[in-house]
């Protein structure tokens, strides 16, 4: 069975960092592999996208702010995150080919 394991969230303050990893059973080389977050209230938003060959695309709310990038000695997706903002506040998903999702990690950013 396929399995991400998404991990850490936290509380942090405004201008702070966190680094989120996804753990996955299957070939991290092998799939899209996407970061969504989402609010209380509102719609999912993509965050962040690794293509198979490495190629990174952002949404334009994180650009300059948040990286994403592949760790294969420990088969794991992370999301570097930095000078957070408040309306970074989400739960964040992370995705592998459209269909195969983790269970989420939740940020908070307040003072």
């Known amino acids: 069975q396929v399995q991400l394991v998404e991990s850490g969230g936290g509380l942090v303050q405004p201008g702070g960092s966190l680094r989120l990893s996804c753990a996955a059973s299957i070939n991290i080389f092998s799939y899209v592999i996407r970061w969504y977050r989402q609010a209380p209230g509102k719609q999912r938003e993509l965050v962040a996208t690794i293509t198979a060959r490495g190629t990174t695309n952002y949404a334009d709310f994180v650009k300059g702010r948040f990286t994403i990038s592949r760790d294969g000695a420990k088969n794991t997706v992370t999301l570097q995150m930095n000078n957070l903002k408040s309306e970074d506040t989400a739960l964040y998903l992370c995705?592998?080919?459209?269909?195969?999702w983790g269970q989420g990690t939740q940020v908070t950013v307040s003072s």
């Open positions: 995705n592998f080919g459209a269909a195969i």
